[in-house]
């Protein structure tokens, strides 16, 4: 389905230097709806204010067994609704500014039932925001979401608004459309989000010298990715970013985050039973019928880079230091394990069996080849300021090896973060194959 979104970034007004090249501008009170142009970090549509992302790929329509449309179009909104910031992204590249997006409920009964105020603000001056906007999330004929953009005629008297106790009321005389504005989204199941953007050249523009404005988006249940850009008469781009999306994490509570569940184990020792911290999913719509929503250790055990001196230390190059958390799953001859591992964004993971808990663990060398190899070890590898795609990894257990009849046996799933110790979460989709 599709969603459209004005929310975050920036938009700008962009100067060129002496070499042609868009140079970055602190903010001002007057830049309320003119924030900074950078052609390093990414900018919000001024027009259509939605949050995107490059390197956008389509979404995929979901399949008779995703949610149905209402549920969809409601998973939006809610997901579009609380407080945003770009803190961490700013942090770790000076490209892109420190920015609060806030998104709560108000009533517009002309505009329909699901009514957003969105208000940006650069998080050293929240109370002169540069962008206030009404969305009005609707669902259409053909299963897209839509979001209408819509300006304030007196903004200054709404700065705050998602603070006051009360939710507030806008009659018809308070706001106008952005016409061509709106973004459309399509839910993509296999990845658990909506994708979209504006449609074609219908948003006009004339920041920096623009004829028309573009969006993408990407909105995930924590976090918004967005990237917007500016054209001109010839199709030559004059504003937004040249360095990737912004990306907005979540800073509230007001959609409810899946908890980690727990009990993983630090070690082996401790591993906790894959089936019960998991969840089951009936009717998905995919292969998969358990989801684990977990979080990786505080210890860094086990690592398959046999220079590290830990187990399973199988490998010349697959280095996979970092925390990790261990799961206990018993398997029979001729089953199958079908995993799908996601991490969130800027984050990378590695997934492998160890198949006994002695006090040096190895792994299931089937292949005999006396390394770890790509079949027994998998990971995201290097996704730069980016999510990366979910990594799928399948460890089958054969009914004889060497041409002994195999029994049934426990093995231990690593989960492990891979070049860093954040603790973060992450996502393990799983099902047991018998044949």
Not at 129 to 149: F, N
Not at 234 to 261: E, H
Not at 303 to 317: E, R, T, W, Y
Request: glycine share 10%.
């Amino acid at each position: 389905m599709a969603i459209g979104l004005a929310m975050a970034g920036f938009v700008a007004c962009a100067e060129s230097n002496k070499t042609g090249v868009m140079v970055r501008e602190t903010p001002t009170p007057s830049s309320m709806d003119n924030p900074p142009v950078d052609a390093g970090a990414q900018m919000t549509n001024p027009d259509s204010g939605v949050v995107v992302m490059n390197s956008m790929d389509a979404g995929t329509i979901p399949n008779p067994m995703s949610p149905g449309k209402e549920e969809i179009v409601q998973r939006a909104y809610e997901w579009l609704t609380g407080k945003f910031n770009s803190q961490m992204q700013a942090t770790q590249n000076a490209a892109f500014y420190e920015v609060q997006l806030y998104a709560c409920e108000v009533k517009a009964p002309q505009l329909g039932d699901r009514v957003l105020y969105v208000e940006q603000a650069i998080m050293s001056n929240l109370s002169q925001p540069y962008r206030q906007r009404l969305y009005a999330v609707k669902l259409l004929d053909d299963g897209r979401v839509e979001s209408v953009v819509y300006s304030l005629t007196n903004a200054n008297a709404a700065v705050g608004l998602c603070d006051r106790a009360e939710i507030s009321e806008f009659s018809v005389g308070d706001y106008q459309v952005r016409t061509g504005c709106s973004v459309f989204m399509t839910w993509d199941d296999s990845r658990n989000r909506f994708v979209g953007g504006t449609n074609e050249q219908d948003c006009e523009s004339t920041l920096n010298g623009s004829t028309y404005a573009t969006a993408e988006v990407e909105l995930y249940e924590d976090r918004i990715l967005s990237l917007d850009r500016g054209y001109n008469a010839n199709d030559i781009q004059v504003w937004g970013s040249t360095a990737g999306a912004y990306v907005f994490d979540r800073q509230d509570t007001t959609t409810p985050m899946p908890a980690p569940m727990p009990g993983a184990g630090e070690t082996c020792a401790d591993a906790m039973i894959l089936e019960a911290q998991s969840q089951a999913t009936p009717g998905s719509g995919t292969l998969y019928t358990h989801v684990l929503n977990g979080k990786f250790g505080v210890s860094d055990d086990y690592n398959p880079i046999d220079s590290s001196g830990k187990a399973p230390g199988c490998s010349l190059v697959y280095d996979a230091f970092g925390n990790d958390v261990v799961y206990k799953v018993t398997m029979q001859p001729g089953q199958t394990l079908h995993t799908r591992f996601s991490v969130p964004y800027q984050v990378a993971g590695g997934i492998y069996v160890l198949d006994s808990c002695n006090g040096n663990p190895g792994w299931p060398d089937l292949d005999g080849s006396g390394m770890c190899g790509s079949n027994e070890y998998r990971s995201h590898g290097y996704c730069a300021f980016t999510t990366c795609d979910p990594v799928e990894y399948n460890f089958h257990w054969p009914l004889s090896v060497d041409g002994v009849v195999t029994a049934a046996k426990d093995f231990y799933l690593v989960v492990d973060e891979v070049g860093a110790n954040t603790g973060t979460d992450f996502t393990l989709e799983w099902w047991m194959e018998t044949p």
